[in-house]
């Protein structure tokens, strides 16, 4: 979506201790395995939500923020889970476009057009619309965070959020190409926020904490991509690197990640510069059967535990604290002088000491 000389690091004030946001894509429940349908509506895993709240969020002091898609968004009894959450102030709300059952339900439904990006942009533009009216009537709030559904960004996507009042995106999966299945190629992102002009506004893009570890990291891509190669990929190459520690990519996820790589990752950024991490997950994984990552009550069990003992370490050993993606971009902004006065208040001097 944006090239390089678009882009201006974003830092927290000096001296800040390491941040990490909690981004939820809250979605509908669909078989991972099979082709998108717009029959695919159900959201009863939202129910679910409220148990990491009480094993681990409220513990910490968490506030995640909900990426909410239109099934999410309009089904009444979804809609009430997550405002009730909001209301008590235990979580954000954004917005999550899945296309394929976001109206107008006028293109047809392909992988390629299940990322927005490649829809025409009056298309994209309308999906979003009519998306982030219909959080406004559910949720009574305007939502400022973004995500694309399938991470998929488009030349038209930036300046269409940035219309519609959103402050930040986090669509960004760094070093991480989708081209095979028509997706964005984010090869040429790494795992620091950068702020980037939308038509004449400046937005905020907080990825989604992806990078390399092992002793080989610093040849992280084009090690990487060359295991990855069918020749490679047969004499299994990138497995023999992560068996050795010498190169992993990971993604700070409890889904593809084991608690121990989401560790080895952090330290490694950390080390690196990073300042500021983002853990995702999906929120049928909240609910046992509609995510591969969760099969059983015992999948469910780790998985928050494996979130729990990460924001543990997060706190306690690499010194960091946590931030919802609002809290986030008023701490960053302090150090963009156009933004400072507009977003310096109490409670940010507060979180700031």
């Given at each position: 979506m944006l090239g390089k000389e678009n882009r201006i690091r974003a830092c927290l004030p000096s001296g800040s201790p390491p941040v990490l946001v909690v981004v939820v894509d809250a979605e509908e429940e669909f078989a991972w395995d099979r082709p998108?349908?717009?029959?695919?509506?159900?959201?009863?895993?939202?129910?679910?939500?409220?148990?990491?709240h009480e094993r681990v969020f409220d513990k910490f002091g968490i506030v995640p923020t909900y990426m909410c898609d239109w099934p999410v968004t309009?089904?009444?009894?979804?809609?009430?889970?997550?405002?009730?959450?909001?209301?008590?102030?235990?979580?954000?709300?954004?917005?999550?476009?899945?296309?394929?059952?976001?109206?107008?339900?006028?293109?047809?439904?392909?992988?390629?057009?299940?990322y927005a990006g490649n829809l025409p942009r009056e298309l994209e533009y309308e999906k979003l619309r009519r998306l982030t009216e219909a959080i406004g009537d559910s949720f009574g709030h305007v939502p400022l965070a973004f995500k694309a559904g399938r991470y998929g960004l488009g030349p038209h996507t930036a300046e269409s959020i940035a219309s519609l009042g959103y402050a930040i995106d986090t669509s960004v999966v760094?070093?991480?190409?989708?081209?095979?299945?028509?997706g964005p190629d984010f090869r040429e992102h790494d795992e620091h926020?950068?702020?980037?002009?939308?038509?004449?506004?400046?937005l905020l893009e907080v990825p989604v904490t992806t990078g390399y570890a092992g002793w080989l990291r610093a040849l992280g891509r084009p090690l990487y991509e060359l295991a990855q190669q069918p020749l490679a990929r047969r004499a299994r190459?990138?497995?023999?690197?992560?068996?050795?520690?010498?190169?992993?990519?990971?993604r700070l996820s409890?889904?593809?990640?084991?608690g121990a790589e989401m560790r080895r990752?952090?330290?490694?950024l950390h080390g690196g510069g990073c300042e500021v991490f983002t853990l995702t997950y999906h929120s049928p994984s909240m609910a046992v059967g509609h995510t591969p990552y969760v099969r059983s009550a015992a999948d469910l069990e780790r998985?928050?535990?494996?979130?729990?003992?990460?924001?543990?370490?997060?706190?306690d050993e690499l010194g960091g604290q946590f931030a919802s993606l609002s809290q986030l971009r008023d701490m960053i902004a302090l150090t963009r002088p156009r933004l400072q006065q507009e977003l310096e208040t109490p409670a940010l001097k507060q979180m700031l000491g």
């Open positions: 998108f349908d717009r029959v695919n509506v159900g959201t009863t895993s939202i129910a679910g939500q409220p148990l990491m309009t089904a009444p009894a979804s809609a009430s889970t997550l405002r009730r959450l909001m209301e008590e102030g235990r979580c954000d709300i954004g917005a999550h476009l899945h296309p394929w059952v976001s109206p107008p339900h006028v293109e047809q439904v392909t992988r390629f057009n299940s760094p070093y991480t190409s989708f081209a095979y299945d028509s926020p950068y702020w980037f002009e939308a038509g004449r506004r400046e190459m990138g497995g023999m690197l992560a068996h050795v520690r010498a190169l992993e990519r990971i409890p889904e593809v990640a084991s990752l952090a330290a490694t998985f928050i535990a494996t979130v729990h003992d990460f924001c543990s370490w997060f706190r």
